[in-house]
């Protein structure tokens, strides 16, 4: 058997550079791992590891729907009041008009949807452009969710605005959905957020329903001129945005079992974090639904591993940043030299 001649089509050997590259999230978050389990090896057991993921689900949650109106070419600023307004929502359906746990779900999701829908329509039919379109909303739904109670957040008994009291209470079938465990081991919401990162890695990497949103996003003229239905597939992006950011809201009411008018404060923030930083995993260099999940797992482990090593609670944000402005380094900035 012959040798292939250079430039028949043989696959290009990656340089040492690119491997490292590619993988270094991965080498990071393996290191980081062993050094906070060497330093304190009480978190390396299967209870904080498990706290660990719990604490970062909701935001990889709303991370996959934000890095999917990315894939398309947009932003979406709203799913952190999106999932803020289905806590109160869920919260009011149980607690004040006494729904049941199977209704409230349905009703959350469905307001989701519909946010979604909205902020899709501004932008794909009355052109306002993404970040502005979902940052009204953002506003929007911050400002609507405290009016039915008059600014306070929502608990059984509680007093109304117009003086009578709250009959209701969250249904004991409803909290099942965050305080659960699987096997009594494995927290019901790392399940949902594995089976939600499933789902959309199958739909985004493996079907042309995926392929068309990374085409759309890549040139949507293009796209359009090839006969892809550019603003339905936008349209969708917001939906499913929307729809997986009431899904987080309410394993955040399921959780703390009361609607909290704080409650999503810091959404928006860790989840663009996550899938900001998951540009870096596999250097893809674009929004994926795998590097989304591993940004969110990489900031959990860091921050949990910084409480257990009794650092102060007011360095998290710079640690935030100082690993987003490495991980987009990475992906970008040291990514020139292959050029």
């Given at each position: ?137 953002m506003f929007l739904l911050a400002g609507l969710q405290l009016i039915p109670t008059g600014g306070r957040s929502i608990t059984a008994g509680m007093m109304l605005p117009d003086g009578s009291t709250a009959k209701g209470a969250y249904d004991p079938a409803f ?8 096997f009594d081991i494995v927290p019901l919401p790392v399940v949902v957020m594995a089976a939600v990162a499933v789902i959309a890695w199958f739909l985004m990497e493996r079907t042309r329903f995926g392929r068309v949103f990374y085409a759309i996003g890549g040139n ?120």
């Amino acid at each position: 058997m012959t040798d292939l001649p250079a430039g028949s089509g043989a696959p290009p050997r990656s340089t040492p550079f690119e491997l490292a590259r590619r993988y270094a999230l991965f080498v990071l978050l393996g290191a980081m791992l062993v050094g906070f389990w060497l330093a304190q090896p009480a978190f390396i057991n299967s209870a904080n590891l498990f706290s660990i993921l719990q604490a970062v689900s909701v935001v990889a949650i709303l991370g996959v729907g934000v890095s999917i109106t990315m894939s398309a070419g947009g932003f979406d600023l709203s799913v952190g009041s999106v999932a803020a307004s289905s806590v109160m929502a869920a919260s009011y359906l149980m607690v004040v008009l006494q729904f049941d746990a199977a209704t409230t779900m349905l009703l959350v999701l469905l307001m989701g949807a519909l946010i979604g829908l909205a902020n899709g329509l501004l932008i794909v039919k009355v052109g306002v452009p993404d970040l502005l379109a979902t940052l009204s909303s953002m506003f929007l739904l911050a400002g609507l969710q405290l009016i039915p109670t008059g600014g306070r957040s929502i608990t059984a008994g509680m007093m109304l605005p117009d003086g009578s009291t709250a009959k209701g209470a969250y249904d004991p079938a409803f909290l099942i959905l965050g305080r659960s465990r699987l096997f009594d081991i494995v927290p019901l919401p790392v399940v949902v957020m594995a089976a939600v990162a499933v789902i959309a890695w199958f739909l985004m990497e493996r079907t042309r329903f995926g392929r068309v949103f990374y085409a759309i996003g890549g040139n949507e003229t293009a796209a359009h001129l090839s006969g892809a239905p550019t603003k339905a597939y936008r349209l969708w992006a917001y939906v499913i945005s929307g729809t997986l950011a009431s899904l987080g809201g309410l394993i955040v009411a399921s959780r703390v079992g009361r609607g909290d008018v704080s409650a999503g404060a810091s959404l928006l923030l860790d989840a663009v974090a996550a899938s900001l930083i998951g540009f870096a995993v596999l250097d893809k260099r674009r929004p994926h639904v795998l590097g989304t999940v591993l940004g969110a797992i990489f900031v959990g482990v860091l921050l949990n591993g910084l409480t257990m090593l009794n650092a102060p609670y007011y360095t998290q944000d710079f640690v935030k940043g100082a690993v987003l402005v490495g991980a987009l380094a990475l992906t970008f900035g040291l990514g020139k030299r292959r050029r």
